[in-house]
């Protein structure tokens, strides 16, 4: 079992690959102008990954600074930045102890089921610091995968990508409380098999109204980028919408 930095150090060679970056980047795009207020000026990106999220805000127009744990993805999200002309402030670290200081944002945003990877009290804590950070009537933007249509228990492949090089198949082992995260990839070339797993938590539309009720957020639910109605029987998504009253 790899520490989550770890897993995404090991996993960042392989991430815009397996995501199709450019076409991932123009979804994100279109689907982030939607919650953006018109005199937004300013957003954190949460867990940037390789960059995606952090680079559509920047093509919108909006300042970003974009954090996320592993130097893996860090350095691939700096190549991506440069790539697509943004100047993006890019920094190293986790998602509950900030090396961002005394900065507020009108916008900021967690998608690609990073806030899986902290269990339900760091959630809260996080919750609690993004309500310090936030500008008066800002918001945050959580996407997560909807856990709650998913089997109690066993195996659940989320994804296959596969081409001439190499077999890519992202899966959960589906737990009590959480979910182990495992990759399992074959590079064809030279006939090698690895796997790595991590340990992810399945957040529910209940510990996001809970939470939100208790620090003094306004909250809306969706099913997805694109604000259809959340059902936990189909969505794909769960999508959470909290705002910072004027």
């Given at each position: 079992m790899k520490t989550n930095s770890q897993?995404?150090?090991?996993?960042?060679d392989d991430y815009d690959l397996m995501t199709n970056f450019e076409s991932a980047l123009k979804n994100?795009?279109?689907?982030?102008?939607?919650?953006?207020?018109?005199?937004y000026k300013t957003a954190l990106d949460l867990g940037c990954g390789t960059?995606?999220?952090?680079?559509?805000?920047?093509?919108?127009?909006?300042?970003?600074?974009?954090?996320?744990?592993?130097?893996?993805?860090?350095?691939?999200?700096?190549?991506?930045?440069?790539?697509?002309?943004?100047?993006?402030?890019?920094?190293?670290?986790?998602?509950?102890?900030?090396?961002v200081k005394d900065k507020n944002y009108d916008f900021i945003v967690s998608l690609g089921n990073t806030i899986a990877n902290i269990?339900?009290?760091e959630l809260r804590i996080l919750m609690s610091t993004i309500f310090s950070m936030l500008n008066?009537?800002?918001s945050a933007l959580f996407q997560i995968v909807n856990y709650a249509k998913l089997s109690k228990s066993g195996i659940?492949?989320?994804?296959?990508?596969?081409?001439?090089?190499?077999?890519?198949?992202?899966?959960?082992?589906?737990?009590?409380?959480?979910?182990?995260?495992?990759?399992?990839?074959?590079?064809?070339?030279?006939?090698?098999?690895?796997?790595?797993?991590?340990?992810l938590y399945p957040h529910s539309e209940n510990d996001f109204n809970k939470i939100a009720k208790e620090i003094g957020f306004n909250i809306d639910v969706y099913g997805n980028l694109k604000k259809h109605t959340f059902n936990p029987d189909e969505s794909p998504n769960l999508v959470v919408v909290i705002t910072k009253e004027l």
């Open positions: 897993f995404f150090d090991e996993l960042s994100k795009i279109s689907f982030i102008k939607n919650f953006l207020a018109s005199n960059g995606a999220d952090a680079i559509a805000l920047s093509k919108l127009g909006i300042q970003v600074d974009a954090v996320d744990h592993s130097s893996g993805m860090l350095q691939k999200a700096i190549k991506n930045g440069k790539k697509f002309d943004t100047n993006i402030n890019f920094i190293e670290s986790g998602l509950t102890a900030f090396n269990n339900v009290l008066n009537g800002g659940h492949i989320l994804n296959v990508f596969e081409n001439d090089e190499v077999s890519i198949i992202r899966k959960y082992n589906i737990n009590n409380n959480d979910f182990d995260f495992i990759i399992d990839k074959v590079d064809k070339k030279n006939q090698q098999k690895s796997q790595i797993i991590t340990k």
